[in-house]
């Protein structure tokens, strides 16, 4: 007798509650944001991503290009919602505005503003003149743009949330998400700009987000009146 298969938010959950479970061990264990960003900014680490191009360009230009395409997706679902074309169509784009928009950009920021974190080049360790502090404690060792949570690799972590549009192809989303965001964590932490914390929290703050985001849209395109044809 074969299983049947798991439901689209079953496999959602799952993967928020694996995300949370792993993003706890460094603060569990804070020694692990120490180690790996030792590891990166010695003078001579064996393997230095920092000045790899695509690293560069990953640090360059990831938060615009995601922007870019927040702003376009919204545009996108304004547009069809006036010309009740596609209801598919503006679902799909509402999401992607709508949860880059909430996820990667205000959830990451306001966390920023209340952890006020510094980021490891900032700190003693590494010769800058700032304490380190645990993820998941207030701190008051930074002023402006943080270091916990990254946007950057918010951004990466983004795609495994396409799962909750492309159920079929979840499994493809969820491993090219964190495919992607793994690399961008690699990016920023090699240059000092964040610790491994920063990184392994994006995913959560960015599922969480995501998953409220289609929450509500489902409903509203479900029970309301949503623009377009229904």
């Known amino acids: 007798m074969t299983r049947p298969p798991l439901r689209n938010r079953t496999v959602f959950l799952l993967v928020l509650g694996a995300s949370l479970a792993v993003a706890l061990l460094p603060v569990i264990w804070p020694q692990l944001d120490i180690a790996v960003a030792a590891y990166f900014l010695q003078a001579a680490p064996p393997i230095n991503p920092a000045k790899w191009l695509w690293?560069?360009?990953v640090n360059e230009y990831v938060p615009d290009i995601f922007r870019s395409l927040a702003l376009l997706s919204i545009a996108g679902w304004i547009v069809i919602s006036l010309l009740r074309r596609s209801r598919r169509a503006g679902?799909?784009?509402a999401f992607v505005g709508i949860a880059l928009t909430l996820g990667p950009g205000f959830s990451t920021w306001a966390v920023k503003e209340h952890t006020l974190r510094a980021r490891p080049f900032d700190v003693v360790q590494f010769g800058g003149d700032r304490?380190?502090?645990?993820?998941?404690t207030q701190a008051q060792q930074c002023s402006d743009n943080c270091a916990f949570t990254s946007g950057h690799v918010a951004c990466g972590f983004f795609f495994v949330s396409l799962m909750?549009?492309?159920p079929r192809r979840?499994?493809?989303w969820i491993a090219g998400g964190l495919v992607a965001g793994a690399l961008v964590s690699v990016a920023?932490?090699?240059?000092g700009a964040h610790?491994?914390?920063d990184a392994l929290w994006a995913l959560p703050i960015t599922l969480l987000a995501s998953g409220l985001v289609w929450v509500v849209l489902s409903y509203v395109y479900k029970y309301g009146?949503?623009?377009g044809k229904v």
Do not use: G, H, N
């Open 170 to 172: 979840r499994w493809r």
């Open 55 to 57: 690293v560069e360009l």
């Open 195 to 197: 610790w491994l914390s």
């Open 91 to 93: 679902i799909a784009l």
């Open 131 to 136: 304490q380190f502090t645990p993820a998941l």
């Open 188 to 191: 920023r932490m090699s240059v």
């Open 225 to 227: 009146q949503p623009p």
């Open 164 to 166: 909750l549009l492309d």
